[in-house]
């Protein structure tokens, strides 16, 4: 067995693309060896700013040898009438590198068997290394020279060993050697002998190649560097992510700045550190410090210039943080109501304040529906959501909408309820991130995204493929998650009626809009649940009645569906069922039965059967549909329900209606799979 390195070396790659990177050369290496019946135990990936690379382990050593049949023309033209091969069967055999006697008819066919000798690994590999590694794909991608192939950034050296042998292969016209390069500052040459000393030759010309060991360097010593002063470092798993890739030897230095800055909100202060120049904010006793730590990618003992540059750098934005704070602190702010007047929503919408006395009705109408004690923190929450959005502040950070608005209120002296549903109510901020606390961030919230949703599919802008520049998805999900996991009593589609009649633009298209909505909820939701539910169950829960009205219901019964489907005796009840509304189905069907119409005791004991059932508890229901499942099968093994008598068979088929009824109470059992 072998070991097989390919480093590929380019210019500072995109931090953003670099973990994409990696995932998608070893899935297209693993579908190459696959593909060509190459055996292997595993494949390792590395990377840094500058390379990706990959070591496949136990690696066979060429492919099997293999048979396969090669299908010929038909035997009549292949043979001639003396038996002999004619040009056809001639150049068939030829063309396969077989002999005559090689060849058989099988189904009027000439055919033949040929044996194909397995490659060398290394030859595979030279055909094949290059289009493998040309296929990533990404945003971006650029040409550089006079070349005609594309890739993140210009490829500048490639390291191709099978184990201690080079395997000359080219990629975007650089050919293969078995040197790499170490840290800018330190060598521009470094040799690999094997795969096997890959990452330590790297690491002695300071290059941490493996990425999830310089994670973990990163996160370690950027916490022991804070104990350096008893605090403790912030580290959001994705700012641990982009600072990982965007070194290959990361160096901790502490920097500082003027307490006066700290005076400003520290969502502000902590964005400017973490989201703009990738510094680890420092607290001490939970409180930010006016200290950070900058991850260098620095060969050496001198930070001096780097500390003061990096000072220099925070200093000027948080200057401009403080000054937009001073002045947009200097008037009231529920002054900033009226001018959200000035900002429009979307183009048919009206103005952002226009949105806002949308979002303050339809919160009135969401604390009717939940009889909520919060009315008037509510109806001040929704008042005062969007206001942050004229100040200088958000101007400059887009990304803090709703954190300094809520500063800004408690800067005003608003309640605490009202302060925390700002912030909030812009939650959940990401497919997995936290959802709103307060009932005001909760009610607010799903009052601003489902009139923006609503908009969005009013001016028929709804998403389409993976494009949803205006984030409908995500504020479809995030009302879903926040009803159902926070246990909110709201029915969906009266709120989406609602929403829609308080639009602008709601007249001979509203029924259609609103209809619009209902099913890509309802589609998300599907989405939503079949990551945690057999797609089946949920397609029953969804199709039996509108899972939107009464979403706790829905899951109850997902819930509870998806426990029966496993019970040994389920599979007779479904049947049952199953049988019940393949007869029903798209017919037109009175209301009820009349017992003066029964002609045997089979529909008599399917009435008394039927009448059993009468729970509404989904466990209880569930037990009085088993014991009617003796009177559905004698009923339909005895009784033909289409009689020649009108009256008699539609009075059959009300009855069976009437127990379809008592089903759909449960789920359409119709979309279980048997």
Same mark, same amino acid.
């Given at each position: 067995?072998?070991?097989?390195?390919?480093?590929?070396?380019?210019?500072?790659?995109?931090?953003?693309?670099?973990?994409?990177?990696?995932?998608?050369?070893?899935?297209?290496?693993?579908?190459?060896?696959?593909?060509?019946?190459?055996?292997?135990?595993?494949?390792?990936?590395?990377?840094?700013?500058?390379?990706?690379?990959?070591?496949?382990?136990?690696?066979?050593?060429?492919?099997?040898?293999?048979?396969?049949?090669?299908?010929?023309?038909?035997?009549?033209?292949?043979?001639?009438?003396?038996?002999?091969?004619?040009?056809?069967?001639?150049?068939?055999?030829?063309?396969?590198?077989?002999?005559?006697?090689?060849?058989?008819?099988?189904?009027?066919?000439?055919?033949?068997?040929?044996?194909?000798?397995?490659?060398?690994?290394?030859?595979?590999?030279?055909?094949?290394?290059?289009?493998?590694?040309?296929?990533?794909?990404?945003?971006?991608?650029?040409?550089?020279?006079?070349?005609?192939?594309?890739?993140?950034?210009?490829?500048?050296?490639?390291?191709?060993?099978?184990?201690?042998?080079?395997?000359?292969?080219?990629?975007?016209?650089?050919?293969?050697?078995?040197?790499?390069?170490?840290?800018?500052?330190?060598?521009?040459?470094?040799?690999?002998?094997?795969?096997?000393?890959?990452?330590?030759?790297?690491?002695?010309?300071?290059?941490?190649?493996?990425?999830?060991?310089?994670?973990?360097?990163?996160?370690?010593?950027?916490?022991?560097?804070?104990?350096?002063?008893?605090?403790?470092?912030?580290?959001?798993?994705?700012?641990?992510?982009?600072?990982?890739?965007?070194?290959?030897?990361?160096?901790?230095?502490?920097?500082?700045?003027?307490?006066?800055?700290?005076?400003?909100?520290?969502?502000?202060?902590?964005?400017?550190?973490?989201?703009?120049?990738?510094?680890?904010?420092?607290?001490?006793?939970?409180?930010?410090?006016?200290?950070?730590?900058?991850?260098?990618?620095?060969?050496?003992?001198?930070?001096?210039?780097?500390?003061?540059?990096?000072?220099?750098?925070?200093?000027?934005?948080?200057?401009?943080?403080?000054?937009?704070?001073?002045?947009?602190?200097?008037?009231?702010?529920?002054?900033?109501?009226?001018?959200?007047?000035?900002?429009?929503?979307?183009?048919?919408?009206?103005?952002?304040?226009?949105?806002?006395?949308?979002?303050?009705?339809?919160?009135?109408?969401?604390?009717?529906?939940?009889?909520?004690?919060?009315?008037?923190?509510?109806?001040?929450?929704?008042?005062?959501?969007? #206001? @942050?959005?004229? %100040?200088?502040? !958000?101007?400059? *950070?887009? =990304?803090?909408?709703?954190? /300094?608005?809520?500063?800004?209120?408690?800067?005003?002296?608003?309640?605490?309820?009202?302060?925390?549903?700002?912030?909030?109510?812009?939650?959940?901020?990401?497919?997995?991130?936290?959802?709103?606390?307060?009932?005001?961030?909760?009610?607010?919230?799903?009052?601003?995204?489902?009139?923006?949703?609503?908009?969005?599919?009013?001016?028929?802008?709804?998403?389409?493929?993976?494009?949803?520049?205006?984030?409908?998805?995500?504020?479809?999900?995030?009302?879903?998650?926040?009803?159902?996991?926070?246990?909110?009593?709201?029915?969906?589609?009266?709120?989406?009626?609602?929403?829609?009649?308080?639009?602008?633009?709601?007249?001979?298209? #509203? @029924?259609?809009? %609103?209809?619009? !909505?209902?099913? *890509?909820? =309802?589609?998300?939701?599907? /989405?939503?649940?079949?990551?945690?539910?057999?797609?089946?169950?949920?397609?029953?829960?969804?199709?039996?009645?509108?899972?939107?009205?009464?979403?706790?219901?829905?899951?109850?019964?997902?819930?509870?569906?998806?426990?029966?489907?496993?019970?040994?005796?389920?599979?007779?009840?479904?049947?049952?069922?199953?049988?019940?509304?393949?007869?029903?189905?798209?017919?037109?069907?009175?209301?009820?039965?009349?017992?003066?119409?029964?002609?045997?005791?089979?529909?008599?004991?399917?009435?008394?059967?039927?009448?059993?059932?009468?729970?509404?508890?989904?466990?209880?229901?569930?037990?009085?549909?088993?014991?009617?499942?003796?009177?559905?099968?004698?009923?339909?093994?005895?009784?033909?329900?289409?009689?020649?008598?009108?009256?008699?068979?539609?009075?059959?088929?009300?009855?069976?209606?009437?127990?379809?009824?008592?089903?759909?109470?449960?789920?359409?059992?119709?979309?279980?799979?048997?």
């Amino acid at each position: 067995m072998s070991k097989y390195l390919l480093e590929i070396g380019t210019e500072e790659l995109p931090h953003k693309f670099i973990k994409s990177g990696i995932a998608q050369l070893k899935a297209n290496f693993e579908k190459l060896l696959n593909e060509n019946k190459i055996g292997y135990s595993g494949i390792k990936t590395y990377s840094t700013p500058r390379r990706l690379a990959l070591i496949i382990d136990g690696l066979a050593q060429k492919q099997p040898d293999t048979e396969k049949l090669v299908k010929g023309p038909v035997s009549n033209i292949a043979y001639k009438e003396d038996g002999s091969l004619s040009p056809a069967g001639m150049g068939f055999a030829k063309k396969n590198g077989v002999s005559e006697k090689d060849l058989f008819v099988q189904d009027n066919y000439v055919w033949a068997k040929i044996s194909v000798k397995g490659k060398d690994i290394a030859e595979v590999l030279k055909e094949n290394a290059e289009s493998t590694v040309l296929k990533l794909q990404g945003p971006y991608f650029m040409r550089w020279a006079a070349l005609d192939v594309k890739f993140q950034r210009p490829i500048r050296w490639v390291v191709s060993l099978l184990d201690d042998e080079e395997v000359k292969i080219k990629i975007a016209e650089v050919e293969s050697g078995r040197f790499s390069r170490g840290h800018r500052f330190k060598s521009s040459k470094v040799e690999i002998k094997n795969p096997d000393c890959y990452e330590k030759a790297l690491y002695e010309a300071n290059v941490m190649a493996n990425q999830e060991e310089r994670k973990k360097h990163v996160v370690e010593s950027a916490k022991k560097k804070a104990a350096e002063i008893n605090a403790e470092v912030y580290l959001d798993d994705d700012l641990v992510e982009e600072v990982t890739n965007l070194c290959e030897w990361p160096v901790p230095v502490i920097c500082g700045f003027d307490e006066k800055y700290l005076a400003i909100p520290e969502k502000v202060t902590v964005t400017v550190m973490a989201v703009h120049q990738r510094y680890f904010p420092m607290y001490k006793d939970g409180k930010l410090l006016n200290k950070f730590i900058t991850m260098t990618n620095y060969i050496g003992d001198d930070f001096e210039n780097i500390k003061a540059g990096n000072e220099r750098v925070v200093v000027a934005r948080l200057d401009d943080a403080i000054f937009f704070f001073n002045e947009d602190t200097k008037k009231p702010f529920a002054d900033n109501v009226e001018k959200l007047k000035g900002i429009t929503f979307q183009k048919g919408m009206g103005s952002v304040y226009d949105k806002t006395m949308r979002i303050i009705e339809l919160s009135k109408y969401l604390c009717d529906e939940l009889k909520t004690k919060s009315r008037e923190t509510i109806e001040r929450t929704a008042l005062l959501c969007k #206001a @942050d959005l004229v %100040t200088s502040l !958000v101007f400059e *950070f887009t =990304e803090l909408q709703g954190f /300094i608005g809520a500063d800004y209120a408690l800067n005003a002296g608003e309640k605490p309820e009202v302060v925390q549903g700002i912030k909030e109510h812009y939650f959940p901020l990401g497919a997995d991130s936290e959802l709103a606390e307060s009932i005001e961030g909760q009610v607010v919230g799903i009052a601003d995204k489902i009139d923006t949703i609503c908009a969005v599919f009013a001016e028929g802008k709804k998403p389409t493929g993976s494009a949803d520049p205006l984030g409908v998805r995500r504020a479809t999900l995030g009302i879903i998650k926040t009803v159902i996991q926070k246990g909110l009593s709201i029915n969906l589609e009266e709120l989406i009626k609602k929403s829609v009649l308080l639009l602008p633009s709601n007249t001979s298209g #509203a @029924d259609k809009t %609103t209809e619009d !909505v209902k099913n *890509f909820f =309802e589609q998300r939701l599907n /989405i939503l649940c079949s990551e945690q539910y057999p797609h089946d169950v949920v397609e029953a829960c969804i199709a039996n009645k509108s899972p939107l009205a009464d979403l706790r219901d829905f899951t109850l019964r997902l819930d509870f569906v998806s426990e029966i489907v496993k019970e040994q005796d389920f599979a007779a009840l479904n049947e049952a069922a199953n049988r019940i509304i393949r007869l029903i189905k798209d017919k037109n069907v009175k209301s009820e039965a009349e017992k003066s119409l029964f002609t045997n005791e089979y529909e008599e004991k399917l009435y008394e059967g039927i009448q059993a059932v009468k729970s509404e508890d989904y466990k209880t229901l569930y037990a009085e549909l088993k014991s009617a499942v003796p009177s559905v099968n004698s009923f339909f093994d005895n009784v033909l329900v289409m009689d020649k008598d009108e009256k008699i068979k539609e009075n059959r088929m009300a009855l069976i209606n009437s127990l379809k009824l008592k089903f759909d109470k449960i789920a359409d059992f119709s979309k279980i799979a048997g």
